[in-house]
Nanobody
Framework: VQLQAFGGGLVQAGGSLRLSCAGA????????MGWFRQAPGKEREFVAR????????YYADSVKGRFTISRDGVKNTVDLQMNSLKPEDTAVYYC?????????????????WGQGTLVTVSS
């Protein structure tokens, strides 16, 4: 099942956006749900992940304290609340699932990538 991320847009620096990913946690291979981002000309990078069953969260240092990942087991969604946005947060944001049990920050360990949603932060 492909995931679908939405909620991106244009926001001024210091503002907030909330992204949502539909189709999360529907299969046994969705042990972790993760958010990644890819800025123009850069590699896709890890942002945050949540262990679906226990809700254990982990963040990249660059977003720690500003972003919050959460999940809804009824709606099968995983959200990313982004506060205090900076121009360097500008990127296409993707959600994906991982079957690994140790929790990974690597793109290769995630599957079911859907289309991303563009976040643009103006200075």
């Amino acid at each position: 099942v492909q995931l679908q991320a939405f909620g991106g847009g244009l926001v001024q620096a210091g503002g907030s956006l909330r992204l949502s990913c539909a189709g999360a946690g529907r299969t046994t291979s969705d042990v972790f749900m993760g958010w990644f981002r890819q800025a123009p000309g850069k590699e896709r990078e890890f942002v945050a992940r949540i262990r679906w069953r226990e809700g254990i969260k982990y963040y990249a240092d660059s977003v720690k304290g500003r972003f919050t990942i959460s999940r809804d087991g009824v709606k099968n969604t995983v959200d990313l609340q982004m506060n205090s946005l900076k121009p360097e947060d500008t990127a296409v944001y993707y959600c994906a699932a991982s079957a690994s049990t140790w929790g990974s920050t690597k793109v290769v360990d995630y599957h079911s990538w859907g289309q991303g949603t563009l976040v643009t932060v103006s200075s």
